[in-house]
């Protein structure tokens, strides 16, 4: 398994409803950060949580840590078909002096599609 | 500028040709990244520079990649005896440090005949 895996590998849903996308990972980190993409494109940085936060919200987006789970989880409510895009985890790993290392690993991804 | 640049936007070379692959980052970014994503993976690691070192090289997948950054901003990669498993979309981003999200480019997307 690589570090940042990303469950469901696909979600389907209605406009209005909430997606829930879960992240494991392996190693201890400095921070996760989630990113959307749309059509292969680049990726756009939507939210950075820090190991020692547990919770952090960006507009209709809620993400979770849970460090001694190695788990995090990116909630969008009241979705709409725009939010239809590629989701990714991705993980900074720590170094001892507890700054990150600037290298992310990024996750496989979790395909969104709302439905008008 | 006003996100990071990445040109060309598609390349399409024959297999054993040399490319460059251009990213202009961010101003004031002192960190860069390359990435390699194929069709329905994450993108993968391949290089980080802090200013105009590379501070982890361990993604490039062998001594046909290469890349630079000589005066701390613009990066080019480098491909050389391109082969038909170079095609991805080769994605750059740029940070200003290590506890900061990245902004990506838009890509370029390289194609091996």
């Known amino acids: 398994s690589q570090q940042g895996e990303e469950d469901p590998q696909a979600l389907s849903i209605q406009e209005g409803e909430n997606a829930t996308m879960n992240c494991s990972y392996k190693?201890?980190?400095?921070?996760l950060q989630w990113y959307r993409q749309n059509s292969g494109r680049g990726l756009v940085h939507l939210i950075l949580i820090r190991s020692n936060e547990r919770e952090k919200h960006s507009g209709r987006l809620r993400v979770t840590l849970d460090t001694s789970k190695k788990s995090s989880s990116l909630l969008i409510t009241a979705s709409r078909a725009a939010d239809t895009a590629s989701y990714f985890c991705a993980t900074a790993r720590g170094n001892a002096g507890g700054t990150s290392y600037g290298k992310l690993t990024f996750g496989q991804g979790t395909i969104l599609t709302v439905h008008p | 500028g006003a996100g990071v640049s990445q040109t060309p936007s598609n390349k399409v070379t024959e297999k054993g040709k040399y490319v460059e692959l251009r990213c202009d980052p961010i101003s004031g970014h002192t960190a860069l990244y390359w990435y390699r994503q194929s069709l329905g993976q994450g993108p993968e690691f391949l290089i980080y520079?802090?200013?105009?070192?590379?501070?982890?090289d361990s993604g490039l997948p062998n001594d046909r990649f290469f890349a630079v950054r000589p005066e701390g901003s613009v990066s080019t990669l480098k491909i050389q005896r391109t082969e038909r498993g170079d095609s991805a979309m080769y994605l750059c981003?740029?940070?200003?440090?290590?506890?900061?999200?990245?902004?990506f480019g838009s890509g370029t997307r390289l194609t091996v005949v």
């Open positions: 981003a740029s940070s200003r440090g290590s506890l900061d999200g990245y902004t």
């Open positions: 520079f802090q200013g105009t070192g590379a501070a982890d």
């Open positions: 190693t201890s980190i400095n921070n």
